[in-house]
């Protein structure tokens, strides 16, 4: 007969065998990543440095440019806000006066502001580093990335908000959606190997790019029915503050998105398996020559609380 003892054993030996089964998944190792780099944490980190720095920059560029490019911008940042009616009315006002935000910012606080968004690049950097278990850069080969990195978000967030106004809708709009998909897995490819130095190897990037595109597309289409709510909410409650919160709110998700793909885009290419074969085109080698070694994994078992846990900042 049977005893408690005896059937507690065999569900933690059921457990313990269930645990390794999981443990072989390219998924599960992909969550393993996500809480060694502090996902929380580095998500909240992110998401707080994007809106005091990065979402900033963009009203002020805006502000420094045509007519139509600014129209753009604000096109395709609304759109990807999931904004509509009077959450996005109250978007726009954000951005309605160039010429008192270019009285007030000036050409040197245009300078300043970009400055100030490269704090957001760095953190980016970081995520990419941790990821991919990459040592801290050396001298200031890193610090130029960072402000080219912006330039090329903004000019494609100029690009692709004159193509989105400039529909009619139709085919067209499928249209779009196919290309700037593709586009904007292109960049993300292109941020990983930019930030990454050039130090991995381009090919097994493009699963970070592709993983983060559609994690972000997702993530934006979702936003078209929960975030016209939360911020006409937040702001009939809280004011400009609660439209703060709202945008927090999102970037805090959007964060998460860029997390994923970086750490499922690294766990695949480095996989033993098919999958990680088919990545680096049947090479052993994830990094470039000449490139420095990896830094080892974690010695100790990871857990949800190390999701919370930061070690060396942002």
Known sequence: MATPRTGITKA???MTALRARLQRLLLW???ERMLEIEFVDRSVALAGKAF??????????????????RSSIITLVTS????????????RESFASSDDVR?????????????????????????????????PPAGVRAD??????????????????????????????GLFIIVSSALTSGLWWFTAWFLLLGDVRARVLLPTGVITALALAGFAASAQIWMPGLVTGNDAQFGIFGV??????????????????VCAGSVFAEDTGRVGTLIRGGQSQTLTTGARP????????????DAFHSTDGP
């Open 80 to 91: 990807r806000l999931g904004m509509r009616g009077e959450a996005l009315t109250l978007a």
């Open 103 to 135: 009285k007030a910012t000036g050409l040197l606080g245009l300078v300043l502001a970009i400055l100030f968004a490269s704090s957001f690049t760095t953190a980016l950097q970081r995520v990419y580093l941790h990821a991919w278990r990459r040592p």
């Open 244 to 261: 703060a919160l709202a945008l927090v709110t999102w970037f805090s998700g959007a964060a998460i998105c860029v997390l994923i793909g």
């Open 294 to 305: 990896p830094l080892p994994p974690p010695l100790h078992e990871l857990g949800l609380r």
């Open 144 to 173: 130029w990335r960072g402000l080219i990195w912006l330039l090329v978000m903004l000019a494609s967030l100029a690009l692709l908000g004159a193509w989105r106004a400039a529909l009619d809708g139709g085919l067209e709009t």
């Open 12 to 14: 933690r030996k059921r």
């Open 52 to 69: 005091v720095s990065f979402f900033p920059l963009v009203i002020v560029v805006a502000a420094f440019v045509s007519e139509r490019a």
């Open 29 to 31: 190792r992909a969550w």
